[in-house]
């Protein structure tokens, strides 16, 4: 069954540092999420993107994030500068429409802000 | 604000014991979905409900949909041990981003 790949699994750095995370969607599939994960906490949603642009973002989601999909196949996330309190797992997720149907996740990027 | 409150935060049962999970909001919602998370991994689509009233079955797990499409509930019948896990419910209000609940985790013990 085709699945959303995500690099790296696990992914350490200093507060101040610039992080890009990587996810190759599913190939047919036109939508694409980021969501994150705090320890313990709810799943949230971060943005949603279709057809190289956003198409609904969170609160959550403010200047220092950024998505891109620089080719036909890889979807990124980039904080610019993190934070210690942007530690959490991170999921990519695709769907081919849009609403009610079914998203698929990956297997998350696990961020560790020191 | 959209909040999905889902209930019990933790249950832990013994294998053959039949057991519900709930899933509430205040808000109408255009669907609700249910996930199932294992530790590590990323959330897997159980099932989608999207007619109030509906209830859909997926072996030995029942789903319902309320009426007034605020609510769902997952029933599981004769858990096992592989049903050990965390289950998320998630909604979409119309044209919104999916929402999750913050999930029941479940313990089944043989």
């Known amino acids: 069954e085709p699945e959303v790949t995500q690099t790296p699994s696990h992914q350490v750095t200093q507060m101040g540092q610039e992080v890009i995370l990587r996810c190759v969607p599913i190939s047919n599939h036109l939508y694409f999420y980021w969501y994150r994960q705090i320890l313990g906490q709810k799943v949230e949603f971060l943005v949603s993107f279709y057809n190289n642009e956003i198409s609904e973002k969170s609160e959550i989601f403010d200047d220092q994030f950024s998505v891109e999909r620089p080719d036909g196949s890889n979807f990124t996330l980039k904080i610019r500068s993190t934070k210690l309190e942007d530690s959490a797992m991170y999921f990519c997720?695709?769907?081919?429409?849009?609403?009610?149907?079914?998203?698929?996740f990956g297997s998350g990027t696990q961020l560790s802000v020191l | 604000t959209q909040l999905l409150e889902q209930s019990p935060q933790f249950l832990s049962i013994q294998e053959g014991e039949n057991l519900t999970v709930y899933c509430n909001s205040s808000?109408?919602?255009?669907?609700l979905q249910w996930y199932r998370q294992e530790p590590g991994e990323g959330p897997v689509l159980l099932v989608t409900?999207?007619?109030?009233?509906e209830v859909k079955k997926l072996k030995r797990l029942t789903f319902q949909f309320g009426d007034a499409r605020k609510d769902s509930s997952l029933h599981i019948t004769a858990a096992q041990t592989g049903d050990t896990g965390l289950y998320l419910c998630a909604g979409h209000q119309a044209g919104t981003a999916l929402i999750f609940g913050k999930g029941t985790t479940l313990s089944v013990s043989s």
């Open positions: 997720a695709s769907s081919d429409r849009d609403s009610n149907e079914k998203l698929f």
């Open positions: 409900v999207v007619t109030g009233g």
């Open positions: 808000s109408v919602f255009s669907s």
